[in-house]
């Protein structure tokens, strides 16, 4: 399969995660690697934001536990086992509250929630992935499809330099 | 003034502030109020995020302190005294390196930071400003067109029953 036709595979995945991810239900624990949705992941400090247009159509916000942002913030790599990333994602609307007050269509927030993903370093017990299991959760429950999440570290892959993550601190204004 | 050109004027403010900031310095301390920055505000816990499009073309992350996210979480207002609401802004990029990944144009991500303005309520100091004081600054230093930041209580006058505040608390996804 040439690179081009696995990463279009891949956001076809990413996509058909979220479409399905409403009607499933599952254990606890997420497949391939049996993580749990972190506890107090929302108290994490920020790395980053970002918005996906196209089929995705979110906004995002990513956070680390102490480990990852220590190692963000010194520019450390790899990131040293215990780092936890969650990158939690809402649905793009516009904020007619705050067009308003701006005078103009301009203002997109947060709709409703569409899921989260974690990626946890463990540099043995996931040697074959890099260092990070990967799993994503809804409403509390895991993404039950072994085959898509199986798409996860292929798509890192091309960010080895570093360490396999996408986003990048943001910088203090 | 009709409050259609009050709006106007302050959108146009608010772009005058970002594209003007970079070529000020002043005091450490922000006009109006005399508010420094919170020492440790990157730390804080994540409230929402936004884009604005437009002139201002923005993604932005709202982080409050211990006082403020208490209150969020609780559903409960006004904010007590002691509430920090601070707001990042980075200019909106799109990410060559995330669109390869997706197989298609479609991420946006920090590029230079633009500024952060914080939101801090004391109910009598400031009470001719609904209880809070206002400030921005750029680079660790103060907007300093106190003319500018008069506009900052006007615009969110519209908001009292959220106690003045735009942005709503993000669920967990």
Redesign the interface.
């Known amino acids: 399969m040439k690179r081009?036709s696995i990463?279009?595979v891949?956001?076809m995945c990413?996509v058909a995660l979220i479409t399905f991810a409403a009607s499933r239900s599952g254990d606890e624990a997420a497949p391939l690697f049996g993580i749990k949705i972190p506890p107090g992941y929302?108290?994490w400090?920020?790395i980053?934001?970002?918005?996906?247009?196209?089929n995705?159509n979110d906004?995002?916000?990513v956070?680390g536990n102490d480990v990852a942002v220590k190692a963000y913030r010194e520019g450390k790599l790899p990131f040293p086992d215990g780092a936890i990333i969650a990158r939690?994602?809402?649905e793009?609307v516009p904020?007619e509250?705050?067009d308003?007050?701006?005078?103009?269509?301009?203002?997109?927030?947060?709709g409703?929630?569409?899921?989260?993903q974690f990626m946890v370093k463990d540099s043995k017990k996931y040697a074959a992935t890099g260092g990070w299991e990967f799993a994503q959760?809804?409403d509390g429950k895991p993404d039950a499809d072994a085959a898509l999440l199986k798409t996860c570290f292929p798509?890192h892959e091309?960010?080895k330099a570093r360490d396999y993550v996408?986003?990048?601190y943001?910088?203090?204004?």
């Open positions: 081009s990463l279009q891949i956001a990413a929302r108290d400090k920020l980053s934001v970002a918005h996906e247009a196209g995705l906004l995002r916000a956070l939690l994602a809402w793009y904020s509250e705050n308003k007050a701006f005078g103009r269509s301009q203002s997109f927030v947060p409703a929630p569409t899921n989260v959760f809804k798509c091309p960010i996408f986003t990048q943001a910088p203090n204004p």
